[in-house]
């Protein structure tokens, strides 16, 4: 190996050099420790980070997160090679090929013209790309990560689905399926049945509702991270209220916390 420099205008190279160096018997006795599996929770951190400054269109921050994932990416690719798997350009390879084959309408002789003929073009790509693959994935939803959270994995496994020919109608008819949900689960409720049944029920009206959302071309993890935004900003005005008038929140009535919800949401539309 070539004697490693620190570059003065770093490139994807430099950046793959310097964490072989890192791993290296004379680089960094932390990093030469690190497997896939302890990496694998800073990527996802790494991810998280990324999301976060995107959903608050802080771009000096993106640029820096990208970053952070794209290092990690590195790292994962530099443990790869150590244990003799394959390397980072393996992987970059990999994703070339494989973005050029999807695209036919782009580098083939296939056309289309709207964004949403794409979709099903991937899906038939991707089915023959299952076909051929060494070990043929069993199902067309192989291959959905079950690491995913869950609404946005029900949304994944729905669209799959639908690509598949699998999907109502019409709104009129996911949305006489969620009243469907509803009343199972109020009828699970009421007669008080097990609470895996309960948590069955509930996990159905969730699903049925991504759907829903699909169908109105809303996210549901979206729509919920909003809500959750949206609720701790007014639990936060609630309690900066509660904090001037000097009085402990776990000494209120629920009439006196709506009350002064009911305010902080008055104030908030103004």
């Keep these: 190996m070539s004697e490693f420099k620190v570059s003065d205008n ?3 190279d430099d950046l793959v050099a310097l964490m072989a160096k890192l791993r290296s018997d004379d680089g960094c006795p932390w990093d030469r420790k690190q497997t896939m599996q302890t990496i694998r929770d800073y990527f996802l951190e790494e991810v998280h980070e990324a999301l976060e400054t995107i959903d608050n269109k802080d771009w000096d921050g993106l640029k820096e997160e990208l970053g952070d994932v794209v290092f990690e990416a590195v790292f994962l690719g530099q443990i790869a ?5 394959f390397n980072i350009h393996d992987s970059i390879r990999t994703v070339y090929e494989k973005l050029v084959r999807r695209h036919p309408h782009v580098f083939g002789e296939q056309k289309v013209t709207l964004a949403e003929e794409v979709p099903g073009l991937w899906e038939k790509v991707k089915e023959q790309e299952r076909k051929d693959a060494p070990k043929p994935k069993e199902s067309a939803l192989d291959g959905i990560p079950p690491s995913l959270p869950p609404l946005l994995q029900a949304l994944r496994v729905s669209e799959r689905a639908v690509n598949l020919g699998f999907e109502w109608e019409d709104l009129d008819g ?3 399926k969620l009243d469907e949900e509803v009343e199972e689960f109020k009828e699970a409720v009421r007669e008080k049945q097990d609470i895996e049944k309960i948590e069955e029920e509930v996990g159905d009206m969730l699903f049925t509702m991504v759907n829903v959302a699909r169908k109105l071309d809303v996210k549901a993890h979206n729509s919920l991270q909003r809500t959750i935004t949206k609720f701790r900003r007014r639990f ?9 008038q000097e009085v402990e929140m776990t000494n209120c009535s629920l009439d006196q916390l709506e009350e002064i919800w009911q305010e902080v949401k008055r104030i908030e539309r103004q």
């Design 10 to 12: 770093p490139g994807f």
């Design 81 to 85: 090679k150590d244990e003799g798997h």
């Design 174 to 176: 996911v949305l006489e």
């Design 236 to 244: 936060a005005a609630m309690e900066k209220t509660l904090k001037t």
